[in-house]
């Protein structure tokens, strides 16, 4: 059983940067394909971005393209989620997730793994 844990989480201003992590735990880290969620109050859970155990280049969502950036470190079993020029719609509680295939999806359901989630807030 995979167990997924976030981190890294926390109250900071627009234009700041904030990194989270993702331990994982009873599998075989550098055979799951990672991904990052997040969801708002009132919102629907939404894509933030993805990277295949594969390698190659991470995927993101359009609303964080040019500003996160998703690495990996298998020797860790973690994965990252750099968040930079942070901004008050990045508010949301971030869900690090887990599936055994090699192409990063864009829909929850397509995951089996999940963490609880760690809350990023951004005050303006």
């Known amino acids: 059983q995979v167990q997924l844990v976030e981190s890294g989480g926390g109250l900071v201003q627009a234009g700041d940067s904030l990194r989270l992590s993702c331990a994982s735990s009873g599998g075989t880290f550098s055979r799951y394909t990672m991904g990052w969620f997040r969801q708002a109050p009132g919102k629907e859970r939404e894509f933030v971005g993805g990277i295949s155990w594969r390698g190659g280049s991470p995927r993101y969502g359009d609303s964080v393209q040019g500003r996160f950036v998703i690495l990996r470190d298998n020797a860790k079993n973690t994965v990252y989620l750099q968040m930079n020029n942070l901004n008050p719609e990045d508010t949301a509680v971030y869900f690090c997730?887990?599936?055994?295939?090699?192409?990063?999806?864009?829909?929850?359901?397509?995951?089996?793994?999940w963490g609880l989630g760690t809350q990023v807030t951004v005050s303006s």
């Open positions: 997730a887990a599936r055994l295939s090699s192409r990063i999806a864009t829909g929850e359901y397509e995951y089996t793994y």
